[in-house]
């Protein structure tokens, strides 16, 4: 039943934008210049439309009501962030921005602080980028405090994909033990060596390896973890394989 609900949103999202075809990303969507898509909302323009907005769906079990917005076709909405690539999918599949409350789609930043009352009062037929608590999982001291919780009620087997890792300085006494043990165990420098990262940092920055406990920053928060020995290379250079899926649910989790 929840599929099909999907399917019948998605359906609806189709008509009211008169896009009979598949959702798309437009070729030059990176290039795209063009402003807010009022273009797009014939003639309308991007003001409140005096929708209000409800209790949350998930508590009731099932999606209430929602009224499309009839002025101007389907509307997003964009707080603390400005994605050129989203912005220009969203539009040229018919989506027009807006700065008021009648919106299907809320783009925000990762930094923002979501407070639980802006997910309790969503209407069924809302969606916004992000999961309640989500960054319990995609920050890289949260991760690790997480999995080394589930390690220790489940048993470390469990999660043995995972390597030897510390969050500094609040660990350091650990780590510190961890890394004596590992340099006494080891033939050469080679296989004592460990990558330390930011916590909340992404897309690569402010990461190097030690192959030194005194290199080590104590005065700032970081991750520090055994380093994988031997990595797979392509033309002798470390890649990362992301694989993105979709994600309608945590609370029931589907």
Same mark, same amino acid.
């Given at each position: ?39 797009? @909302?014939?003639?309308?323009? *991007? +003001? ?9 769906? #998930?508590? !009731? $079990? ?42 299907? @789609?809320?783009?925000?930043? *990762? +930094? ?9 009062? #969503?209407? !069924? $037929? ?129």
């Amino acid at each position: 039943r929840h599929w099909q609900n999907l399917l019948e949103e998605l359906r609806l999202l189709r008509n009211e934008s008169g896009n009979q075809g598949s959702i798309c990303v437009p070729i030059n969507a990176v290039k795209d210049n063009r402003p807010n898509g009022s273009e797009y @909302v014939n003639g309308s323009n *991007s +003001s409140n439309n005096g929708a209000s907005i409800g209790t949350s769906s #998930l508590e !009731s $079990g099932r999606p209430k009501e929602y009224t499309p917005n009839t002025k101007g076709l389907l509307q997003y909405k964009l707080m603390k962030t400005d994605p050129k690539l989203v912005r220009a999918t969203l539009e040229h599949n018919g989506f027009s921005l807006t700065g008021g409350h009648d919106w299907r @789609v809320m783009w925000m930043s *990762s +930094s923002v602080a979501l407070k639980q009352f802006i997910y309790e009062n #969503l209407n !069924s $037929g809302q969606r916004i980028n992000h999961f309640p608590m989500s960054k319990e999982i995609t920050r890289k001291d949260l991760l690790c405090k997480n999995i080394v919780s589930m390690q220790k009620r489940y048993g470390k087997g469990q999660f043995d994909f995972f390597p030897d890792t510390y969050n500094l300085p609040a660990e350091f006494a650990d780590f510190y033990e961890a890394y004596n043990q590992s340099k006494a165990a080891g033939k050469d420098e080679e296989t004592n060596i460990w990558i330390v990262k930011p916590t909340s940092s992404s897309r690569g920055r402010g990461i190097y390896l030690i192959d030194d406990i005194a290199k080590v920053p104590l005065e700032e928060e970081c991750v520090v973890s055994k380093y994988i020995p031997n990595p797979c290379l392509i033309n002798n250079v470390k890649f990362d394989l992301r694989i993105y899926v979709v994600v309608t649910s945590y609370e029931p989790l589907l």
